[in-house]
């Protein structure tokens, strides 16, 4: 019994053992991120296209791209949280424009310093009204929260192109062909 266990064991770790090939987003010649099978990923086309996903396979300098995302499922007793299937997308290692990267903007520091300004006044208004102690804590606390969600919606800065990395000299990206292992 142990060894049909051992040699199920066996059989289930050798996809494992075989090598994929990936590929490198570098700044300047150091890597800074690899793409490789089940990795997410969001990517900008050169045609203003944008794609966001899982890796599912990287095959003749192109990227496989399980399109989906996590939303509500059905279920027999409810709903669950689970990822959902849209289907597949090949796009060529060149034909990608920007990878997008979390980094603060300019824009996006504007946007705060306007936001802060506005809660800041919107409470300084409030103090100048004659108020006792609780009446006036309460009338603060409900005039930053109006002036936080106004100001989400209001923001006068925009970016002109989606944050990340720009593929040309700065950054690049490398796909590395792994040969079958012998």
Partial sequence: MKYILLLLLCINTLPLLAQNDFVLLKKNGYTIDRFFNGKPITVYTKDKNTYSGFVFFC?????????????LKPTAFGSTIDSIFMGFVTIAVKDIAIIPAKRMTGADVGNLIFKAAVIIGGIAIVNQFNLTVPAIYLAQFGSAVALNFITNYLQP???KQPPGYKIGKKFTLEYIHLPPAK
């Fill in 157 to 159: 800065f925009k970016n």
């Fill in 59 to 71: 095959r003749d300098d192109s990227i496989i791209i399980h399109l989906g995302y996590m939303g």
